[in-house]
């Protein structure tokens, strides 16, 4: 037999707690017969930070995570979506939610009959307006209304995509406890040596630094401890994107006392050189700043961030070949992205599923890596545009707000941007992360009004429309009442979802 033929034995993980046990959970559960999982844990001390996840997120489904089991973390807490502040100027506000498909009517988008009656009275700008009644996730927000969503597809409950609210070690420790019991060893430890073949090779093991030497066949970094020992070409591969998102610090901070009022959703508030997440959890909050250092003074700085916040380097970025070899580079070692939208997380549990896809068996991994090259890509770019959309929507005046606009993104987000200005219609890719819908409430609510309606959207009775219309917002009217108070208590959250 050949060595390329030869099978796939042994699979280290390394990294962070938090990085390691979302990948270590995924492959233990799909891990074929005969393979042995090694996890080089580094226990050590992080940085607070919360996760915020929609439930609709395919990696709990994958895994058979319930919305039940979610709740019984001690900071979990669940609400509609988040709330973005001061975006387009002090005072403004937007409920950014995850939301099922509005129904068309005679197969026209609501939003195209609602910017044919904006343009019939020549106000193309009231489109924002005239839409907002049928985005009930939003409304449900903003008058601290919770349900779960309803697997009829006949009921508008049936567009809520509630989020899962917890402090990020309760989650690890809940993944940890998920991972059954297949074979794996546990080692708390750091990599210190990276041994390669001596033609440069593969890895051919790894020292660590409570002296014990981990060999394997296929070595996954979810931290970055192995890239910076091997360092060279595995670092050269990053793509920034530090121009559309132009911060470059990041501080978080725990805070004991539980959260202020009835609201439980994750609030985004643009504020001078940065922006402030704060999301309440059960008994806790937890905050994170990004900010543009250069644009505070210390004492600015000293006081957003507070003196108990850990501060730390924010290079956002990804790279396009993580697998390369016997290494594969995972979390933060293949991107990162921060804490808005929880996109550092959704990534990696993405990139978790795509590896159980293409989880190798023999030691020719040329196929695997390739394919889920591919796929790490479309998914970190895909995340990169949504993540940025609503940065190059701002209407602030002060940097560095003002100095992002769509000339400093990428070129596929502008794209999808000129492409929904032009006919109201959003450019939609294979594999997508986020749904059609939240691309259209987002450019709407941020004020991108196409230039043009739908040609069948022309053809209407907007007399007819007009009673059909009303008729859709009763309903939903309606599914408000009916929905329970969002108290913060998930004991009192009705449990019956899909």
């Not at 921060?338 to 978790?352: E, I, K, V, W, Y």
């Not at 889920?372 to 995340?383: D, V």
């Not at 329970?484 to 019956?496: E, K, S």
Request: aromatic share 8%.
């Amino acid at each position: 037999m050949s060595g390329l033929a030869q099978r796939v034995r042994r699979i280290a993980i390394c990294g962070k707690s938090h990085e390691l046990w979302p990948v270590a959970t995924q492959i233990a559960n799909d891990l074929p017969a005969g393979i042995e999982l090694v996890l080089v844990e580094d226990g050590g001390s992080v940085a607070p930070a919360a996760v915020a996840v929609r439930l609709d997120d395919p990696f709990f489904a994958y895994m058979g995570i319930s919305a039940e089991k979610l709740a019984t973390a001690d900071s979990a807490l669940f609400s509609l979506g988040a709330e973005l502040r001061d975006w387009q100027g002090e005072g403004s506000g937007f409920f950014l939610t995850g939301s099922g498909s509005l129904p068309a009517i005679d197969d026209v988008a609501i939003h195209q009959i609602m910017l044919r009656a904006a343009m019939s009275y020549d106000q193309p700008e009231r489109l924002s307006y005239l839409y907002q009644p049928f985005r009930l996730p939003a409304r449900a927000m903003e008058v601290g209304k919770f349900a779960f969503q309803s697997a009829d597809p006949r009921s508008p409950l049936s567009m809520l995509r509630p989020v899962i609210q917890m402090d990020r070690a309760h989650y690890t420790a809940l993944l940890k406890d998920n991972a059954g019991s297949g074979p794996m060893k546990i080692v708390d430890a750091r990599p210190k040596v990276v041994q390669t073949s001596p033609d440069g090779g593969p890895i051919d093991r790894i020292e660590l630094d409570n002296g014990e030497t981990v060999e394997a066949d296929l070595y996954i970094d979810a931290s970055g401890a192995i890239s910076r020992l091997i360092g060279g070409s595995f670092l050269s591969d990053w793509r920034s994107v530090s121009e559309g998102f132009s911060f470059d610090r990041i501080g978080s901070a725990r805070v004991t006392d539980p959260p202020a009022g009835p609201a439980s959703h994750t609030v985004v508030q643009a504020i001078k050189g940065g922006l402030m997440i704060t999301t309440p959890l059960r008994d806790r909050s937890i905050g994170q700043f990004i900010y543009a250092s250069d644009l505070l003074t210390g004492e600015e700085e000293k006081y957003l961030v507070g003196p108990e916040a850990e501060v730390a380097s924010f290079e956002p970025g990804y790279i396009d070949k993580p697998w390369l070899g016997n290494l594969l580079r995972m979390g933060s070692a293949s991107a990162r992205f921060g804490p808005f939208l929880s996109a550092d997380m959704t990534l990696l549990q993405r990139q978790a599923m795509i590896l159980a896809d293409h989880l190798p068996t023999r030691l020719d991994m040329t196929v695997e890596a390739r394919e889920y090259n591919r796929r790490h890509l479309i998914a970190a770019e895909q995340l990169r545009d949504f993540m940025l959309l609503p940065f190059a929507l701002n209407r602030r005046e002060d940097l560095p707000w003002s100095d992002i606009g769509e000339r400093k993104i990428p070129e596929s987000l502008v794209r999808r941007i000129d492409q929904f200005r032009s006919r109201g219609r959003v450019v939609v890719y294979d594999g997508e992360i986020f749904d059609e819908q939240s691309w259209i409430d987002i450019m709407i609510g941020f004020g991108v009004v196409p230039e043009r309606c739908d040609p069948l959207a022309q053809g209407l009775d907007m007399t007819i429309m007009a009673r059909r219309l009303k008729s859709l917002a009763g309903a939903f009217d309606r599914s408000l009442l009916e929905m329970g108070p969002c108290d913060g208590a998930v004991g009192n959250l009705d449990m019956n979802v899909p």
